[in-house]
């Protein structure tokens, strides 16, 4: 039985890959961001709008990142880990 309209799903993209590779690594917080970003993109956000979003988002994944790498160096200095 074939169900009429109903398209077969378009492949997946590298670039679509390394987004999804990169979202997973945001804490749950940037995660909603993001999506937020990138829904509002999507459903024709202006490029006011999009630009200041996205100069807020950056400037949340730099300090994610920030923390991220603060939180290795630490583990690594407990550890004794110096191969970072």
Same mark, same amino acid.
């Given at each position: 039985?074939?169900?009429?309209?109903?398209?077969?799903?378009?492949?997946?993209? &590298?670039?679509?890959?390394?987004?999804? #590779?990169?979202?997973?690594? =945001?804490?749950?917080? !940037?995660? %909603?961001?993001? @999506?937020?970003?990138?829904?509002?993109?999507?459903?024709? &956000?202006?490029?006011?709008?999009?630009? #200041?979003?996205?100069?807020? =988002?950056?400037?949340? !994944?730099? %300090?994610?990142? @920030?923390?991220?790498?603060?939180?290795?160096?630490?583990?690594?200095?407990?550890?004794?880990?110096?191969?970072?």
């Amino acid at each position: 039985m074939k169900i009429s309209g109903v398209s077969a799903p378009m492949p997946v993209t &590298g670039q679509e890959r390394d987004l999804l #590779a990169a979202f997973r690594k =945001l804490d749950p917080v !940037l995660q %909603a961001r993001a @999506a937020g970003f990138v829904f509002g993109l999507a459903a024709g &956000g202006g490029t006011e709008e999009g630009a #200041a979003l996205g100069a807020e =988002l950056s400037s949340d !994944l730099a %300090a994610a990142e @920030a923390r991220r790498r603060t939180a290795e160096n630490q583990r690594q200095q407990q550890t004794g880990d110096t191969s970072a």
